[in-house]
């Protein structure tokens, strides 16, 4: 099997900053997603790896808990379910922060062409009866169109 990945996930970043007076003592918590293509003899499949790294700013839900993650994007969101990833022995993406938590949820290539044409990029996190909002930086777009033309498309 063939794996598909970016060098590195893409970082996003907490929507709301902490005040500047309580910045110094706060870890902003961050996710980070990363498209992973399977290519099993020509039977290709899609999956989105995201990473969410609480800082000690907020306690999320269990990320694959049904509804704990959706996407955004430009303002539209899509609906995330969790899938299991092929067994290989060596996963696609590296956890950045080792307290993170890490799960894959199914994409199709439209979605992930959606992804690349979009302006923003949002992760919605579930956290207690609040929702944290990540969005990620303005070179997201490029990097995944660069990563649907590596792939053929």
């Not at 970016?6 to 500047?20: M, N, R, S, W, Y």
């Not at 706060?26 to 399977?38: C, I, K, T």
């Amino acid at each position: 099997m063939t794996v598909g990945t970016l060098d590195k996930p893409i970082e996003l970043v907490q929507g709301a900053a902490a005040p500047a007076s309580t910045a110094f003592q706060r870890r902003q918590s961050f996710a980070y997603l990363g498209p992973v293509e399977w290519d099993n003899m020509g039977n290709i499949a899609y999956g989105l790896w995201i990473h969410v790294a609480p800082g000690n700013d907020w306690r999320f839900e269990d990320i694959q808990a049904r509804g704990a993650v959706s996407l955004s994007l430009d303002d539209v969101t899509a609906p995330l379910s969790v899938i299991k990833p092929p067994a290989l022995a060596r996963a696609p993406y590296q956890p950045v922060a080792s307290w993170g938590e890490t799960a894959y949820f199914g994409v199709d290539l439209e979605l992930l062409k959606r992804m690349a044409a979009s302006g923003k990029i949002g992760l919605d996190v579930k956290a207690g009866d609040s929702v944290v909002h990540f969005a990620a930086g303005p070179d997201a777009h490029e990097t995944l169109t660069r990563y649907l033309h590596a792939r053929g498309y």
